[in-house]
């Protein structure tokens, strides 16, 4: 792989699936996170950064390859982009981000998607740990608690205290981490 082909920063868009749209409470602010998600893959597309997309599957409403597990329809992947099943909280537990990250020279993920303080929030931790730059998209998260708003303000700032930098949407610069 020539070192062309590599690119410092990545764009991380975990679990963004149907079924957590289809909640009895629902995802907060959602229009709001798509249209930032959205906007961020344009601007990491146009900056040539790797797009991650991460699909969560569990035995019951996230069971691999019903509707429910499939990518919200707004979000379409280009062949190009990376995928990653995974059964754990962490992107990087029990799958292959790591080595793929490794084998593109990636130091920076930018962080993106669902849930606040579940998968989040344990791949900003872990991703750290293991020694990433990690770039949590303040507005860029969210969840469907009865509390999210809140939700998202402590962990922003719980994260933010260990580390994890934090940026709105309209900050993040892809071309400045590429």
């Known amino acids: 792989m020539s070192h062309s082909d590599q690119s410092a920063a990545a764009l991380l868009i975990i679990d963004v699936q149907q079924a957590l749209f289809e909640k009895s409470t629902p995802i ?18 146009q ?3 790797p797009v991650i997309f991460v699909q969560h599957a569990n035995d019951s409403f996230l069971a691999e390859g019903l509707s429910g597990w499939q990518l919200h329809p707004s979000l379409k992947p280009k062949a190009s982009d990376l995928m990653i099943h995974k059964r754990h909280g962490s992107a990087l ?38 020694g990433y730059r990690v770039i949590l998209v303040e507005d860029g998260h969210s969840n469907y ?33 590429a």
Not at 30 to 36: F, G, K, M, Q
Not at 96 to 123: F, S, Y
């Open 93 to 130: 537990e029990d799958t292959p981000l790591q080595a793929e990250l490794q084998a593109r020279g990636i130091q920076t993920l930018v962080v993106t998607g669902l849930v606040t303080h579940g998968c989040v929030k344990a791949t900003c931790e872990d991703a750290k740990k293991h």
């Open 28 to 45: 907060y602010h959602a229009d709001e996170l798509l249209h930032n998600i959205q906007s961020l893959i344009e601007s990491a597309y």
């Open 145 to 177: 608690h009865k509390q999210a708003a809140a939700m998202i303000a402590e962990w922003n700032q719980k994260l933010s205290d260990g580390g994890i930098e934090l940026l709105p949407t309209q900050a993040v610069d892809f071309r400045a981490l």
């Open 47 to 49: 900056a040539g950064i």
